[in-house]
Nanobody, 115 residues
């Protein structure tokens, strides 16, 4: 079965950096686009970044120039390097894959940015 396990969240001051990782199993990782979403308290879950199977990358406007998504198909992992963090980046971050029109999610990892 599909499993996604995030790690790397934590508490950081504004301007700092964090690196999130997601370990994937249960599917042919290299064949699927992987995404990072986030959900702040009282807000809807939003798409942060996507990396396709072929390596095409898209970011939501608010993180462009600050976040970098990457994947390692040999290790079945996708990462999100987050630099110049802002308090508004505070959220639970989720790893996501869509297979046969079904969304799969990890348990999420909390990122808190203090001002």
């Amino acid at each position: 079965q599909v499993q996604l396990v995030e790690s790397g969240g934590g508490l950081v001051q504004a301007g700092g950096s964090l690196r999130l990782s997601c370990a994937a199993s249960g599917f042919i990782f290299s064949s699927y686009a992987m995404s990072w979403y986030r959900q702040a308290p009282g807000k809807e879950r939003e798409l942060v970044a996507t990396i396709s199977a072929g390596g095409t990358i898209k970011y939501t406007d608010s993180v462009k120039g600050r976040f970098t998504v990457s994947r390692d198909n040999a290790k079945n992992t996708v990462s999100l390097q987050m630099n110049s963090l802002k308090p508004e980046d505070t959220a639970v971050y989720y790893c996501n894959v869509i297979r046969y029109s079904r969304h799969y999610w990890g348990q999420g990892t909390q990122v808190t940015v203090s001002s």
